[in-house]
């Protein structure tokens, strides 16, 4: 199991920044290098407790679908989103968000097994796990862009 955790700074108040996190017009626009859609379940708007969502994009190369699910939601403190199909053995996100003084800290917590044993390890070790950071990383940086112009 790997763990991945991003602290992310936005100027803007944290309903704000909790909306466009979970916006899947947003997160479609920030993966447009991977040609991503929303392709069932909530494929526009605000995503909400127990909807669900499946996104197809292009990743190494080769079309994935991945579907899942809002679990928890606390408004606007947290909410978690968890794997039901795709191409890892388990996938969670907790989004969770706090504000002080007008500052929102947005922190990303993702915990992922990915199947194949020794191999997929390897892989995880060699290039996934980077390519993971920087994929929330890319989406973070487009979060922040837009609730700070919206300030």
């Known amino acids: ?6 602290i992310t700074k936005i100027n803007a108040d944290k309903q704000t920044v909790f909306d466009l996190s979970r916006n899947i017009d947003l997160h479609r626009q920030s993966m447009k290098t991977s040609d991503e859609k929303a392709v069932d379940g ?5 995503i ?4 669900t969502v499946t996104f197809k994009g292009r990743h190494f190369g080769f079309w994935h679908t991945h ?9 606007y403190d947290s909410f978690t989103d968890e794997m039901i199909q795709g191409k890892f053995k388990s996938f969670k996100h907790h989004h969770l968000f706090h504000e002080k003084s007008g500052q ?3 922190i990303d917590e993702v915990t992922y ?3 194949f044993g020794f191999l ?32």
């Open 113 to 115: 097994e990915i199947p």
């Open 48 to 51: 909400s407790l127990h909807e």
């Open 120 to 151: 997929g390890a390897i892989s995880n070790r060699l290039f996934l796990k980077k390519y993971l950071i920087r994929l929330l990383e890319k989406r973070n940086a487009f979060i922040k862009k837009s609730a700070e112009k919206q300030h």
């Open 104 to 106: 929102t800290t947005m």
């Open 67 to 75: 579907q899942s699910k809002i679990t928890e939601m606390t408004f």
């Open 1 to 6: 199991m790997t763990t991945l955790k991003l």
């Open 42 to 46: 909530i494929t526009s708007g605000l």
